[in-house]
């Protein structure tokens, strides 16, 4: 798997310090422009944000967000999730039946 987009907050998208709500209209017209646009090569793989912490945990808005998303994924593969802290990443793969794989740094 090689990640080379991700989309950035736009316009219409709520951000504060504690809480940001990604609007779907931009994020997933972009999303589905850049699948056609590459005849399905590049496709959605899940969701990432920022948490104010040296070590970030999701929080239960996260995890519902994701098994929402999870869900709702027609290839039915796993949601990648990943949230950037101040010092590391949290990464984890949901499936649709919710709790997935958590990543680990290789130290």
């Given at each position: 798997?090689?990640?080379?987009?991700?989309?950035?907050p736009t316009?219409?998208?709520?951000?504060f310090?504690?809480l940001f709500?990604?609007?779907?209209?931009?994020?997933?017209?972009?999303a589905?422009a850049?699948?056609g646009t590459?005849?399905?090569?590049i496709?959605?793989?899940?969701?990432w944000?920022?948490?104010?912490e040296?070590t970030p945990?999701p929080?239960?808005?996260?995890?519902s967000?994701?098994?929402?998303l999870s869900?709702?994924?027609?290839d039915q593969?796993p949601?990648?999730?990943v949230?950037v802290?101040?010092?590391t990443?949290?990464?984890?793969?949901?499936?649709?039946?919710g709790h997935?794989?958590v990543?680990?740094?290789?130290e």
């Amino acid at each position: 798997m090689l990640i080379e987009q991700a989309t950035i907050p736009t316009i219409l998208d709520k951000r504060f310090r504690y809480l940001f709500e990604r609007m779907p209209f931009g994020h997933e017209a972009i999303a589905l422009a850049r699948w056609g646009t590459s005849q399905g090569t590049i496709r959605y793989l899940g969701e990432w944000h920022t948490h104010p912490e040296d070590t970030p945990h999701p929080s239960g808005l996260d995890r519902s967000e994701w098994n929402r998303l999870s869900v709702k994924r027609l290839d039915q593969r796993p949601m990648l999730a990943v949230i950037v802290g101040k010092k590391t990443l949290y990464i984890e793969l949901v499936p649709c039946s919710g709790h997935g794989s958590v990543f680990f740094p290789v130290e």
